[in-house]
């Protein structure tokens, strides 16, 4: 007995040797890979509302199965685009390839007059911002989650932001204001608030080209009428795109495009869709079937 432990207990730890041998060999292979997105040499876009263009799109995740086929469409500086389609259809990997998380089959995407792939991706992210339904969320206060850690931003600048958003009294009503402590993931704000405090993320950064990804799909009527009013003021400022799942979040919207199986089915102004009864928007307002695009 004296001499099986010693040998049972060598074996334990040539086991646990060749799991930390596996681990470091596997360790070693996720360090030595590298990203597919290469950053451009491109650090200025012009100043103001930015540009949108798409020019023969092509995007897949997998080869056998493309998600976005031949995508044209242009939105001036200032514009307002609503895209509308069911799930599916390609509205999301549209703001995907735009954010650059992903390099495109083939086409061109151009903000601002510039192909996205000849600019660095912090000259892109300052001037490009999103808001989801899924907000995220760092272990910190809530100046920190707003800021992102920007030692930069100044309370006052975020007084004065959420002021012009209408939020500031949300902030207010936080239990130690812009000190209070928020954990990470979400937890501890509500779907409304989560919204609220996505929008004004956004608004800090002072985007040139703003995207919404359905941000008011999960909130009250009246959470939902201090977002749009949010919604609003943001828009003054930059070119925004608005996904939507429902119709009534884009009658303020100065184009729609309709997307189905990663196609653009319809491009126009909004006005002359909805006064066209062949068109699939005006389809959709008359039936009111909004149940099409989920």
């Not at 060598?10 to 360790?27: C, H, I, P, T, Y």
């Not at 977002?227 to 100065?254: F, N, P, W, Y």
Request: aromatic share 4%; net charge negative; with cysteine.
């Amino acid at each position: 007995q004296m001499l099986n432990d010693p040998i049972e207990m060598l074996g334990d730890q040539v086991q646990e040797f060749q799991k930390a041998k596996s681990g470091m060999l596997r360790s070693r292979e996720l360090l030595s890979l590298r990203s597919e997105i290469e950053n451009g040499r491109e650090d200025q876009l012009p100043e103001g509302p930015l540009g949108l263009e798409f020019k023969q799109v092509n995007f897949s995740y997998n080869e056998d199965k493309p998600v976005l086929q031949n995508i044209n469409f242009a939105i001036k500086p200032g514009e307002r685009l609503g895209i509308i389609g069911r799930t599916g259809s390609g509205k999301s990997s549209l703001s995907r390839v735009l954010l650059r998380l992903y390099n495109l089959d083939s086409g061109t995407i151009r903000v601002g007059g510039k192909d996205i792939t000849e600019l660095t991706l912090p000259a892109l992210y300052r001037r490009v911002g999103m808001v989801t339904q899924d907000v995220q969320l760092f272990d910190g206060t809530l100046r920190d989650n707003l800021t992102l850690f920007n030692q930069d931003v100044s309370d006052q600048i975020i007084k004065e932001t959420t002021d012009r958003l209408g939020l500031s009294h949300w902030i207010e009503s936080q239990p130690a204001g812009l000190d209070t402590h928020l954990k990470a993931g979400g937890s501890s704000l509500s779907a409304g608030e989560a919204q609220l405090f996505a929008l004004t993320r956004v608004f800090l950064t002072e985007p040139s080209l703003v995207i919404l990804d359905e941000p008011s799909s999960r909130l009250d009527a009246a959470t939902e009428s201090m977002l749009q009013s949010a919604i609003d003021q943001l828009m003054k400022q930059c070119t925004g795109i608005i996904i939507a799942h429902r119709l009534a979040t884009l009658e303020k919207v100065d184009q729609i495009m309709v997307l189905g199986d990663g196609k653009v089915l319809e491009f126009g102004a909004r006005k002359a869709l909805a006064s066209d009864p062949a068109s699939h928007y005006a389809r959709l307002l008359i039936t009111g079937r909004e149940e099409e695009l989920a």
